[in-house]
């Protein structure tokens, strides 16, 4: 692993352990040119996606992308950031599960907005204003009006 500071290529792992949800190995390196420390995190990645985008450009599949769009969604929500991670490697665990290399940005919209919606209500609205361009409040209001009554 190359250092991010330094550059050097030949780093030291310090010390390794799993994440709490056990999903990937957070590693603690130092680098012995520049004495700076950084930490790495690694994930099992079962193959390369690459997402299609509406206007057919092909671009790599960016989990960091994809927990953003989450985290700001649901941000300011009585939700964990612990189970945020469990929320985007559940997607993460799907988008790779379809057996498909190259997958429609709406897949992976519709997908995000499925597993808001079963998380918290004010999220899936967030997350659908973006991903739909609500442009207006009659926008809300029409998208408000397809959501099933709260429980």
């Given at each position: ?47 390369e996606l690459v997402v299609v985008k509406a206007d057919q450009r092909h671009v790599a ?88 009554p709260p429980k």
């Amino acid at each position: 692993m190359r250092c991010p500071f330094c550059g050097e290529a030949d780093t030291q792992v310090k010390d390794s352990r799993p994440t709490e949800d056990g999903s990937a190995i957070r590693r603690r390196r130092f680098c012995p040119q520049c004495s700076q420390r950084f930490t790495t995190i690694e994930r099992v990645q079962l193959r390369e996606l690459v997402v299609v985008k509406a206007d057919q450009r092909h671009v790599a599949f960016d989990r960091d992308k994809l927990a953003r769009s989450v985290r700001i969604a649901l941000r300011k929500r009585p939700v964990e950031d612990e189970r945020i991670e469990r929320i985007v490697n559940g997607i993460v665990r799907k988008l790779e599960a379809s057996g498909e290399a190259e997958i429609a940005s709406n897949e992976i919209g519709e997908l995000v907005m499925d597993t808001l919606k079963e998380v918290d209500a004010v999220a899936y609205v967030r997350f659908a204003s973006v991903y739909r361009d609500f442009r207006e409040a009659k926008d809300f209001k029409a998208f408000l009006g397809t959501m099933d009554p709260p429980k």
